[in-house]
């Protein structure tokens, strides 16, 4: 069954630092991957998707993730952090083998800010 | 702004009673997921509605239930609350294409606790 990995379920950096967030998932057909946000209370909200295009996708709020096949990784990335980045983020894909069609989610990772 | 409202925003419901959750999808798409949250961890999917009917369930009893109205607007029914329903439940809209699920959109949810 497909699964997906977040590694590190919480996350510090600096304000200004590289925000680095990790994804791996384990299907052997590259899936459509997603990275969501979501703020405290509230609902998720999708940052930027990967549908078989091109492989360097680029997102909302500055954040950009690359799909590497050979790694079945999609991190995500930002270069440079800041306050209201502060939130917790996941990883989703969407598995074309799946019959029920549905995302299968990371557990999380919460990316903390320090000032 | 994702066009995707659930109501209500909160609930306090007590155990063994029924509870009804309502989502509005966004315009355009044809499939409603529903997703628990319970605090700290990620969305677990419960079930999703094509053309109004259930067309995928994740690993919950028949006591979840739902429907998808011909507008695409959907229910989650549930019976016999338990004290670990409490949670936050997000509705999703999406368009299913041939077997793949576009990205989905999230309502904001709705704050269910039993007690």
């Known amino acids: 069954a497909q699964s997906v990995t977040q590694l590190g379920s919480h996350v510090s950096v600096s304000e200004g630092a590289l925000v680095l967030l990790r994804c791996n998932y384990s299907s052997s057909v590259p899936p459509y991957l997603f990275w969501y946000v979501q703020y405290p209370n509230q609902g998720l909200q999708l940052l930027l998707k990967y549908t078989s295009a091109a492989t360097l996708v680029k997102g909302i709020n500055g954040f950009e993730a690359e799909f590497k096949k050979s790694e079945t990784s999609f991190h995500l ?19 074309p083998g799946d ?8 557990a999380g990772t919460k990316l903390i800010i320090k000032p | 702004e ?3 409202t659930q109501s209500p925003t909160h609930l306090i419901k007590t155990r063994g009673q029924q509870v009804t959750l309502r989502c509005s999808s966004q315009s355009g798409h044809n ?10 961890q990620g ?28 507008n695409y607007s959907s229910e989650l029914n549930v019976n016999a609350l338990e004290l670990d329903d409490s949670a936050l439940y997000l509705c999703a809209s999406s368009l299913l294409r041939g077997y793949m699920n576009t990205e ?3 309502g904001q949810g709705t704050r269910l606790t039993v007690v």
């Open chain 1, 77 to 95: 990335t930002k270069p440079s952090a800041h306050m209201s980045d502060a939130a917790e983020y996941f990883c989703a894909v969407s598995d």
């Open chain 2, 31 to 40: 499939t409603v997921s529903w997703y628990q949250q319970a605090l700290g």
């Open chain 2, 43 to 70: 969305p677990q999917f419960i079930f999703q509605y094509y053309r109004e009917e259930e067309n995928g369930r994740g690993n919950f009893p028949p006591r979840f239930s739902g429907l998808q109205f011909p």
């Open chain 1, 99 to 106: 019959s029920n069609y549905q995302l299968i989610w990371g």
């Open chain 2, 2 to 4: 994702t066009g995707v």
């Open chain 2, 104 to 106: 989905a959109f999230f």
